[in-house]
């Protein structure tokens, strides 16, 4: 099989949607199929060039047996919603031209997109089309809702109007659609995409690189951490993550001398973070540390957490969730009960509505004080993690799917409950 694949974010950037796009395609290649790759620049999640990438070059690259081909595009510095517009349409422009290159001159058996970045996958559509090869659109993240969510477009306005249309127009065109969990399934078919062309493709943990830690993390003696309990945050710093919550549960558990927390990342809010936090003595920012050590950094939480903001649960499913639960720690989320979130955690952790700094401060502490309670979420985030969650299931299962011309499709809850 030759699989072509379009997506704005891809190795070596340490979070998000790059990390599975990358290891999706290296794990497709690694049993004998011809993999080839249209990504952007590395610049997620700090929103600046990864050094040693040049930023207005078409350039080719094989690694873990995967051919890539980088193309320049637009990096706001500071990416407000008219400049994050300009940064997908310039993905879409520049990788256009190679993409339907690629498609006439390699004739792929299925190419797929990555969403984000949705503004380029009407060509991922039409390079299919023009090969004769199966159209296949990965969704991550529902971009135009959370735009929507986190203010970045106005619902109501010209330009969310015209989103919604768009996102229509370019979901119901392609043959194969997968997204990451039955929520985010569920709202495919809510926006009118056949039921029988969905397919389930969840993100994935490293079960076997990340495991609970027998000894304390070496982060402890590099940081200075003395305290025995550290609530961990580590990823993206911006809109959708709802991190004020984190600040203000660490303002009303500063008497807490029993507990350090500590946020790790890079993103757009991280200024405003680092400033907002001045003065706060349990309270530790850190940059993204290197995914060779992700399971030491795991391993240095007491709890790990994970703010959403409101409406966006079954917007995205977190992917950094997947290595949590494998760190064999307990969760605490922010989500609304009944969403994609909510359900992923419960038993692992606790969950507590979004924008709820009290609610969300006193789960910390109930985790903290009642070891049996935290014993249990533990060993049951380990034992999810394995069962829902191990990447080489889930990968083993896709290769068919991408072969199959007729996959089985997603059934609706009602359905999956009759059956």
Not at 204 to 215: N, Q, S, V, Y
Not at 304 to 318: K, M, Y
Not at 367 to 392: K, N
Request: glycine share 8%; with cysteine.
């Amino acid at each position: 099989m030759k699989l072509l694949v379009l997506g704005l974010n891809y190795a070596p950037e340490k979070v998000g949607t790059g990390v599975y796009t990358a290891g999706m395609a290296e794990a497709i290649a690694r049993v004998g199929h011809e993999v080839r790759v249209i990504a952007g620049k590395p610049y997620y999640p700090a929103w600046r060039l990864v050094e040693g990438h040049r930023a207005f070059t078409f350039d080719g690259d094989r690694e873990a047996g995967v051919e890539i081909t980088r193309v320049p595009h637009y990096i706001p510095a500071s990416p407000t919603g008219p400049r994050r517009l300009a940064h997908h349409a310039s993905f879409a422009v520049f990788s256009a031209f190679p993409l339907i290159w690629q498609a006439l001159t390699w004739r792929p058996d299925v190419v797929m997109a990555i969403a984000p970045s949705l503004a380029a996958a009407p060509a991922a559509r039409i390079a299919a089309g023009l090969c004769g090869a199966r159209s296949w659109l990965h969704v991550q993240d529902f971009e135009v809702e959370t735009a929507f969510a986190t203010g970045l477009i106005k619902a109501d306005g010209y330009l969310g109007v015209f989103a919604r249309a768009f996102e229509k127009r370019v979901l119901t065109g392609f043959g194969t659609l997968s997204t990451i969990s039955p929520q985010m399934c569920a709202k495919l078919a809510e926006k009118g995409v056949p039921s029988d062309r969905i397919v389930e493709l969840r993100n994935w943990a490293d079960t076997e690189g990340i495991r609970p830690l027998a000894t304390p993390s070496r982060y402890r003696q590099e940081w200075g951490i003395a305290t025995p309990h550290v609530a961990l945050y580590s990823g993206n710093i911006a809109n959708k993550q709802g991190i004020d919550i984190v600040v203000e549960a660490a303002r009303r558990l500063a008497h807490r001398t029993d507990l350090t927390f500590v946020v790790c990342g890079e993103g757009s809010n991280r200024a405003d973070l680092t400033a907002r936090v001045r003065g706060l003595a349990n309270f530790r920012v850190h940059d993204l540390q290197p995914r060779e050590r992700l399971n030491d950094l795991l391993g240095l939480a007491t709890i790990h957490l994970l703010p959403q903001l409101a409406g966006a649960a079954d917007l995205v499913l977190p992917s950094k969730l997947a290595n949590m639960l494998a760190s064999g720690r307990p969760v605490v989320a922010t989500a609304a009960p009944g969403t994609g979130l909510a359900a992923e955690v419960e038993g692992c952790g606790l969950v507590t509505p979004p924008a709820d700094a009290g609610a969300f401060a006193d789960a910390i502490v109930r985790l903290m004080d009642d070891a049996g309670l935290h014993a249990h979420a533990s060993a049951a985030a380990r034992e999810r993690a394995v069962e829902r969650w191990s990447g080489e299931a889930i990968l083993a299962r896709l290769v068919p799917k991408l072969i199959d011309p007729t996959p089985a499709g997603y059934a609706p809850a009602d359905e999956r409950a009759g059956s």
